[in-house]
Structures are given as C-alpha cells and as structure tokens.
C-alpha cells in the first residue's frame, strides 16, 4: 500500500519556516522485524500531534528515536532543521515523560524536579526560583520535600512533566502517559495536559493506543499501523473522512457492510449492499460495476427504518450505556450492525431480541472503501 | 569498551578459579614419587582412587552419610517448609529469620555442640542414666550416626530455604483450583502441590548433598576412625604426604560426583536468582492476614525449631556449669571458663584477625564484582558468558576444593602461605555469592531510570554517579555484609592455606583439637552472641538503607 501523501501544517507552508520536528523516510529494523517502515512526518511548532495506534504500530519506537535512545537504521531526522542523527540522548533539546515517570526514588520531588538543572550547573537560586514555578504550574507547589512513593500516581505523573518542562526543551515527548490512571483521573489530566500545553506553548508529542484520548487532546493525529503512518490529520478529519478501513475502525467504531457496485454515472454509484437493500451514493471517481467495496456508517448514523425499506436483520442484543443505547442487529448475510442512539429515542429493547429489524443510513452519511486495499473511493 | 568494568573481576576468576582447577586437572594425570611431582601423563591416581579399598571404602562412606542427611534433610524439612509457607501469615518474617539466626552461628560451635550431647558424659547419657534407662554410657560418639545426625543439623536450614521458597512462589491458587474440582487436602496435595515443589526439593537436594561431600570438620571431630570421609583423607594426603597428584585425582573424583548430583537435580535451579533471594528472604518484610492453624504441623515445627535451637542452648548452659563436658543437669554454675577464655590472648588476636580479614575480603569482593556485575548484566562482550558459569563453579563444589585448588596454585607458582594467602582464599571463596546478590539487583534495575537521567542531560558517567550508583548501594551493602559474615566462619580453606596467622575458627578448632576444656563451651557462646550480635546490626543496616532509598530495585 503506497504511503498516502501527507498534508504538512493545515493551511499554506510558509517560506522559510523550519519545523520543530521532521522525519525523512526514517526506518527502524530490530534484526528481523522492521519496526518503522519509511517514516516521513513533519510536526510544527507549538502543534500537539497525537501519534495514535496499536501496539506493535512503531509510535513508541518513533518516539525513542527522537529522544535519541534508538537511532534509525535509515532515513534523517532534523529538530529545528538541525539534523541529529549520533547525537546522545543528552544533547538533545528534546524531553520525555515516561510512561512509567521513572521518577528517582532516591531523591525527594524537588530533586527530581532540579535534576535537568542542576546538570547544566545552574545557580543554586534560580534552580529554586524555577523548580518552584514548575511545581506551582503543576498544582504541586509544597510537595517539594516529599518522596515518590509518597505520592498517588496522578501526583507522580505530575512531577514527571514538571521534570521535563522545567528544562525548557523544544519538543516534550509523552509516551502514552496517562496508562496507568483510572478512568476519571484520566480525563482530568487530559484537561491538565492541554492546560500546560496552552500555557507553555511547546511543541507536544504524545504516544496513545486510546483513540479517544487521541481526539480529546490533539491538534493533529498521525495514526500509525504496522510500522507507517496511515492518515495525518486533525481530529475531525480523522473521524469524518479516514483514508483507510483500518483507521475508521480504530478511531471510533465503524460499522463495515460488504457490498458490489452495481451501476454508475460520473459522479455516483450504485451500491447494492447485502441483504438487498440498492444505495445511491455521490463519488467523484465511482469504480465500475462489479467491484466489491465495503461500506462504513457510524452506529450514530444508522437509525431504524420502517420494514419494507433499507437493510433486513434480526435484533441479537441490546446494550444500555446510561446515556446511550446500542442496537446489535444481525443482518441477512450474518454480518452484525450497531445502530447507537439516545435511550429515549429507541426506547426500551427488552423482550425485543429476536425481532426483525430494518435499518437505514443517509447517502451523505457513509463512505465507501475498496474492499480490497481498503482505501477509500473519494 | 564495555568490557572495562568487568576486566578485574574476569583477571581474578581466571587467575583464581580457572587456573587452580586447571592445575589440579593437571596434577591428576602426572605421576608422584619420591616427594617429587614430575609430569609423568598417566591414569595411575585414578586408578588408585577408584581400585584401591582404602579409597573405595571411604568414598562409598561418603557418599552413603552424603544420601542419608540429603534424605534426612529433605524429610525433615519439608513439613516444616510447609507449615511456614502455607500457615504463617502474619509473622512469616520472623519465623524464617528464626529458622536462619541457628545458620549464622559459626558451623564449628555448632558441630562442637554435639559433641556435649553426644559424649559419653553428656546430656544423653547423662539423662539416660539419671533416668535408669541404661548402666554404662551408649556409644554415641564418634559413630557414623553422630556425623549424619550434625550433619542434618547443620545442613537443615539450606533445605527448609530451598523447599519454602519454591512453595512460596507457587501460591495458593492453584491448590484452591484443585479443592474447587473437588481434590481434598490430600489429594490436592499429592497431585499438585508436591509436583510443582519439586524444583525446590532438588535445589534442597543441591545444596545438601554437595556440601556434605566435602565435610571435613564434622566427621573429624564427631566420626572418629569410623567415619572417615573423603574430606578428611584428601587434607591428610594434601597436608601431610603432599602427593598433590593422588589428591588432585581424588578431587575430581569427587567434583564429578558433584557435578553429576548438580546435572541430575540442577535443571530447574537458576543460582544467580538463589543466593539473591535467600539473603534477601532474611530481610524482606511479610504482613497479611493471620491464617494461624497451628494443629499438628505446627506441633511439628516447634519440635524442629526446638532440635535448631536446643543444642546451642545446651552450650550456653555448659558454658556456665562447674562440671567439665555436658554433664547434665550441670552441678554447679561458675564464670570461670568465660574468665580463663577472656584472660587467653590468642583470643583476641585471633577476633582481631578474623575480623580484619573478613573486612578486606568483603570490601575488596564487593570492589571487583560491582563494575564486573554491572557490565555483565548490560553487555555482551566476549568472555562475559564464560565469567559467568566460572562464577557457579565454587558455589556447586565443597568449598574444600577451592582451598585444594589454591594450595596447588601457590605451591606451583612457589608463593609461601600467608595472611595474603588466606586473604585470597577467603575473597575467592566469597566472590561469587557477592556477584550473584549484585548481579541479581542489576537484573531487576530499572533501566528507565538511566534513560530519564540521560534524557534530563545527565551523560553517562553523571548518569551513573546521580542514578545507578546511589540505587545499587543497598545491593552492595547487603553483598558486603553477606561476604563479611561468609568470611568470618570460614574455616577449611584458611586452615589450607595458613602458616602461623590464627583466626577465630581455627582457635576453636586448636581448642578442640588438643584438650578439650570446658572454655571452649566460653568461647563458643561468646561467639554465638557476637553472631546474634552481628544478625541485629545487618539487619538494622539493611533497614535503614532501604528506608533512604525505598522502591529501589532489588532492595
């Protein structure tokens, strides 16, 4: 699958600016396996690029060879237009929060903070003026005299990102950070994230397999599969238009239907979908009759239509979400649907399993993939 | 590059170990005749070992008191193994610390202590004829049953480690698992727990009857002509006739033994994660809630403890009783033996000696093994695996044999014996069990640690001074105490390699040897003190090291 081309900053390039991070062709081979194949992304100043995937995808390893902990087995990587292949991990400008915060557990929450700046044997005053910033940016001003495992974690990630701001780096690297917290502390330090993120205004690289976390924070999102950027994009664009099957279905849930173009004129096809159901649908570039493509629809689009018309099925299973209800049908053909609506608007499922069901979607509403390569037909 | 660090411990291991082995190897083959050693190649040695019925006889001793205290051992223990794993909870620290403080009283005050017992006026015979039971005094002494019987005492807590910690690891839930299909505790048992506790049995196996093999002490002074064993023969041929090629062969005689036991029960026993967890065992801190159903096997437990304890409390008491051997109950109480051993300058000289030798060896082990462990966990280079399994070598052999190795190694190079001989010795000897305590630390350290340091600015060398090196200084203490303590009661190998220097043991072991008074009892219990003594303040240092720098890898 040819690598799709890569838009660089929404909107123009303009002349004679340098991005803070650029990737040319950057492969990563671990003897056998290639990790990272041909890797090209150029990230701007000041952006917060999300890079999404799951595990095996190469966002980590992309990660480590910007901090510099792994070089590239090929290809260049520039930060700020300086190359810095063979540069060690400490000569770069470059700071991370790991996954695991890796604080020091022999030394107190002010020390971890000082760390960066009491290498570059700054004075003993200005350390303490700006650990004391850090902390307070943070919401830990106080805790200076604590030890790590004195802290929750929530509190111990916290520190970590004071350690690397307090440095001042041009790129702050975040390897999937947010792991190891419950649900609600998660999202609170989501917000905290982006907080820090406005107010510092550095350029943030963020490693996450949580697609949802991916759309809450990012500028841009660069979803990754199996050593390669698939799609880069802004969040919506990611959500409403992806380039491939395989992004639509990580990001989000998709609803995938198997279907065969039956007719065509210059600008629409005509897709008969399994089960019968025949959907006009508006393309720029329709493929010819035959071809078999797949059709993805949001559950949150698919609603329940009156029996003669859209797709036949029986309903399997019902799931109440609080908020939200999902409609698991299976269609004619065995393939399964999820219709997702408000619990008022589907109303009460119960004794409902087994019935038959009809569903149906809007033309404007759906996208349509080469069944084959899953790309998607414009 | 890498392998920098690693270079002194390599240089030793080599110089040490390798070539005192492959001396001895050496020596076998040649021929000895007329007080000369002349590289004659032959089988001759061995085929004296293995034909000649002086030899044949006193090996299938050996190997006969080696089984039954291996046997007994592991019978023995493995019931009180298990009541410790599975039925103390709350207090299983210090149960388990209970089971070691016996261990780390010097093994000749131990052994002496049966001595008191078993005599002919001794606390059996003295309460078998009180008691009317018998006329004459039982011939305990000097028997093949004395030497199993300490030999299983001094031999016991190893065992009990071994199978504990492989019952330990194994958890509870798969013989929940069993009782949930309907196995009662008996069958859970059989068809579950013991199988999977195998591995430790044959650790235990392992590190009783290896050592058994080499025992020298024991069988010198509880076995008497009867109970000679192999130990025993091979100092006389080394010491008095120096035929170093017949004693070179009956060596590797007996390492092949050994390593046969090693290959046989050894698969599953991974050494370098042993030695760390045993000295680690001592000091990590157990709390749940109490599941204290003492029954039977708890009644069963303190009959144990009771035979770990009762011995060195009998020396104690002799050690204040007015009447000479264990007569008991004792006549009368006196200090004056404590008195008579305190006034004897050889004494202290020999604490002195002991002391300062066990410092130089443990500092200048911890000193060569640090960088070398550190390098070798991290890096490949070449050399690094044969370091390694050099390293296991002087743990699955009678320490005995090291001492023999060396002997060989300064009579060839013509290097006369010293207090540098003996400092040799003793940092060889405790060399690899400090490695494999350091080494199993690095393993567990966390190497995002050093990379958040470097990734902070911090170059390599700041990066170990700042981060690794203060994480590691629990891992070095605790070698170094290890080491320190290991050093202290060595006894065989600085009896091989002394000519005038006297340590502690070697006091012990003149007092016993010559006239057996009663001060002995004196100084064998001053001795136990100063070991709970020392007990305490490892312990202590081992807390507050972690205290400072808690959560830090293998602490």
């Not at chain 2, 035929?243 to 070179?248: E, I, K, N, V």
């Not at chain 2, 051997?325 to 050889?346: I, K, M, R, S």
């Not at chain 2, 003190?529 to 305490?536: E, K, P, R, V």
Request: overall charge positive.
């Amino acid at each position: 699958m040819a690598q799709p081309d890569l838009p660089t900053a929404t909107g123009s390039s303009r002349a004679g600016h340098v991005p803070d991070l650029q990737l040319r062709e950057v492969t990563k081979r671990f003897s056998e396996v290639v990790a990272l194949d041909q890797v090209s992304l150029d990230i701007e100043r000041g952006e917060f690029v999300t890079l999404l995937g799951p595990s095996g995808c190469g966002k980590t390893t992309t990660l480590r060879i910007v901090a510099g902990f792994e070089a590239q087995t090929a290809g260049a990587v520039s930060i700020r237009g300086e190359r810095v292949d063979g540069v060690p991990p400490y000569r770069r400008n470059v700071n991370t929060v790991f996954q695991s915060y890796a604080l020091f557990p022999h030394l107190s929450v002010f020390d971890n903070v000082a760390f960066g700046l009491r290498v570059k044997a700054l004075p003993g005053a200005e350390v303490r003026r700006t650990v004391g910033q850090a902390l307070d940016q943070v919401r830990l001003g106080g805790f200076d005299r604590r030890r790590p495992h004195q802290l929750s974690g929530g509190q111990q990630q916290r520190v970590a990102l004071a350690r690397a701001l307090v440095n001042q780096p041009a790129i702050l690297l975040l390897d999937e950070p947010l792991g190891a917290l419950d649900l609600k502390l998660r999202k609170e330090m989501q917000l905290e994230l982006k907080r820090v993120h406005r107010e510092v205004g550095i350029t943030f690289i963020y490693v996450t397999h949580d697609q949802e976390e991916a759309l809450t924070m990012s500028d841009r999102i660069a979803v990754m599969d199996a050593g390669r950027v698939v799609q880069l994009g802004s969040p919506r664009e990611i959500y409403e238009q992806p380039h491939t099957t395989f992004v639509a279905n990580f990001v989000g849930v998709s609803n995938l239907v198997p279907g065969d173009i039956r007719d065509r004129t210059a600008r629409s096809a005509i897709i008969e979908l399994a089960g019968g159901w025949r959907l006009a649908k508006a393309l720029q570039r329709p493929p010819s009759a035959g071809q078999k493509v797949l059709v993805a629809v949001r559950p949150e689009k698919v609603r329940v239509a009156s029996p003669e018309r859209g797709l036949h099925g029986r309903l399997e299973d019902f799931v109440y979400l609080g908020s939200r209800v999902t409609l698991v049908v299976r269609l004619t053909g065995d393939r399964l649907l999820h219709v997702e609506d408000s619990a008022t608007q589907l109303g009460n499922g119960a004794g409902r399993i087994g019935e038959a069901v009809s569903v149906e979607w809007d033309e404007a509403d759906c996208l349509v993939f080469d069944a084959a390569r899953g790309e998607r037909i414009e | 590059m890498a392998m920098l660090p690693a270079l002194p411990l390599m240089a030793w291991v080599a110089v040490f170990i390798l070539v005192p082995m492959g001396t001895m190897a050496v020596f076998s083959l040649w021929r000895y005749h007329d007080f000369d050693l002349t590289p004659v190649w032959n089988l001759g040695n061995y085929r004296a070992v293995l034909t000649q019925p002086v030899y044949a006889r006193v090996m299938g001793r050996t190997l006969e008191i080696a089984a039954l205290v291996t046997l007994g051992c592991i019978a023995l223990a493995y019931p009180f193994a298990y009541f410790l794993a599975r039925r103390t909870q709350r207090w299983q620290g210090l149960f388990l610390v209970l089971v070691m403080v016996p261990f780390w009283t010097s093994f000749l005050v131990r052994t002496y202590a049966w001595m008191s017992i078993l005599a002919s006026n001794g606390v059996i015979n003295s309460v078998l004829r009180r008691v009317g039971v018998v006329d004459q005094p039982v011939q305990l002494l000097y028997t093949v049953t004395a030497v199993v019987i300490a030999a299983i005492y001094l031999y016991l807590p190893f065992a009990v480690l071994s199978i504990y910690t492989s019952l330990e690891k194994l958890g509870t839930s798969l013989e929940e698992a069993a009782m949930d299909l309907g196995a009662g505790p008996w069958t859970t048992f059989r068809r579950v727990t013991f199988p999977l506790s195998l591995a430790g049995v044959q650790a235990a196996v392992i590190f009783v009857f290896v050592p058994t093999l080499g025992l020298f002490v024991t069988p010198a002074l509880l076995g008497g002509a009867n109970a000679t064993m192999i130990g025993n023969l091979q100092v006389t041929i080394f010491k008095n006739s120096l035929d170093f090629a017949l004693g070179s062969a009956v060596s590797f005689v007996v390492l092949v033994v050994a390593l046969v036991a090693v290959t046989l029960f050894g698969r599953s026993v991974d050494l370098e994660r042993v030695y760390a967890g045993g000295v680690g065992q001592l000091t990590s801190h157990r709390s749940g809630p109490g599941r204290g159903r003492v029954g039977s096997l708890g009644v069963y437990a303190g009959l144990i403890y009771v035979f770990l304890f009762l011995p060195v409390a009998f020396l104690i008491l002799f050690s204040f009783s007015s009447a000479a051997g264990g007569v008991f109950p004792p006549p009368g109480y006196t200090l004056q033996w404590y008195g008579e051993a305190l006034d004897d300058p050889w004494l202290m000289t020999s604490v002195w000696n002991s002391f300062t030798i066990a410092v130089f060896s443990a500092v200048l082990a911890v000193v060569i093994t640090a960088p070398g462990a550190y390098a070798i966990v991290r890096y490949r280079f070449p050399g690094r695996g044969l370091v390694r399994q050099a390293l296991i070598v002087p743990l699955i052999i009678p320490s005995i044999m090291l001492g023999f190795g060396l002997m060989l190694l300064f009579k060839a190079a013509g290097i006369d014996l010293s207090l540098a001989t003996i400092l040799v010795g003793h940092t060889t000897y405790v060399l690899p069990y400090a490695f494999f305590v350091i080494a199993a630390q690095q393993y567990g350290f966390d190497r995002t640690l050093e990379e958040a340091a470097m990734d902070l600015g911090a170059n390599r060398l700041r990066t170990f001074r700042s981060v690794t090196l203060p994480l590691m200084i629990p891992g070095l203490a605790a070698a170094g105490i290890f080491a320190f303590t290991l050093s202290l009661d060595e006894f065989i190998i600085t009896f091989l390699l002394t000519s005038t220097t006297q340590t502690l043991p070697l006091y012990v072991w003149g007092m016993l040897r010559t006239i057996v008074s009663p001060t002995v009892n004196a100084v064998a219990t001053l001795i136990v003190l100063a070991s709970f003594a020392l007990l305490g303040a490892m312990f202590l240092v081992q807390t507050l090291v972690r205290r400072r720098a808690p959560g830090s890898a293998g602490g």
